[in-house]
């Protein structure tokens, strides 16, 4: 997909962060932008910012949790706008802390927004794709979480594995049927976003009610140190419009993290233990950013 102009971008989870970036890069290129977010106020920010490039642009206040939210949206930008041609699945939330203090529902909020947020995305809007019969391209969030597995985000872990398991089949169905429409995976490492603030939007039926994890079991120090100095969200953005042009399937911003990839990978084929040692997490050493 090279034409971007006039066409249709839907970006979740677009009111801050790298959904933000995204919809800015979109409105760079002169696309109409929907922009959805659980977050009302700021979602009305961000798509008069967006707005200001000079493109049309809707916003769609959206759980990404919630199936008939998202069918909803793919209502609200067909109404407006008569077709989607980029489709940023981008919502994303976390908490950190040993996996056996999570609650049921912390792994309800976090697969409910990570995961099937995502489901519900591809299932609403690929079949609208399919039936334009032009170049279209579907963008799905992960993280290197999806590649890796650090200690202190089980549950994040498992939702952004399970992204792209679910963006790869995708692909490869999409190829099989000579479909138009192409699959991203995006797998940033650590960017500086307010993800960990995530629990402002945490539903009150998914309220926390575990207690905290011991402070010498709490990693939420050491992560938010790593996101203050991660890349910004709009080389993240960059990088993924660069491979929304070039149909490339995997989008990695900071190429460094392919070495502890590429170690895991080894590590599997010659049947070693996880080595907690390759992440160091706990002491925050050796972690790119």
């Known amino acids: 997909m090279r034409d971007f102009d006039q066409k249709v971008a839907v970006v979740t989870g677009a009111a801050s962060g790298i959904g933000l970036a995204l919809a800015h890069a979109a409105a760079r290129v002169k696309m109409r932008v929907v922009l959805a977010d659980v977050e009302r106020g700021p979602l009305d920010e961000a798509a008069a910012a967006v707005a200001a490039h000079g493109v049309e642009t ?42 056996w ?31 334009q019969g032009e170049p279209a391209h579907i963008v799905n969030t992960a993280s290197i979480a999806g590649t890796v597995c650090a200690p202190g985000t089980g549950i994040y872990n498992v939702s952004k594995f399970g992204v792209v398991a679910l963006s790869e089949t995708l692909s490869l169905e999409l190829e099989m049927f000579g479909a138009p429409v192409k699959v991203s995976v995006l797998c940033p490492g650590f960017v500086n976003t307010r993800i960990l603030d995530s629990a402002r939007n945490r539903p009150a039926t998914l309220a926390d009610a575990g207690p905290p994890p011991p402070a010498q079991e709490s990693m939420e120090p050491v992560i938010r140190q790593l996101l203050a100095t991660g890349q910004a969200p709009d080389d993240v ?31 599997m084929l010659e049947e070693r233990n996880p080595d907690p040692a390759q992440i160091m997490m706990l002491s925050g050493r050796g972690w790119p950013n």
């Open 101 to 131: 203090m999570h609650t049921l529902a912390d792994w309800q909020w976090l697969l409910g927004v990570n995961l099937w947020g995502v489901i519900h995305g591809v299932r609403v809007f690929t079949p609208i794709m399919l039936a």
């Open 237 to 267: 953005a960059a990088a993924v419009f660069d491979a929304v042009r070039n149909e490339r399937f995997y989008v990695f911003p900071n190429p460094v993290w392919k070495e502890r990839i590429r170690e895991r990978m080894e590590g």
């Open 58 to 99: 809707l916003a769609v206040p959206t759980d990404v949790s919630d199936a008939a939210a998202v069918e909803a949206l793919a209502g609200r930008t067909i109404e407006r706008f008569g077709a989607v041609h980029l489709l940023c699945n981008n919502a994303g939330v976390a908490i950190s802390g040993p996996m």
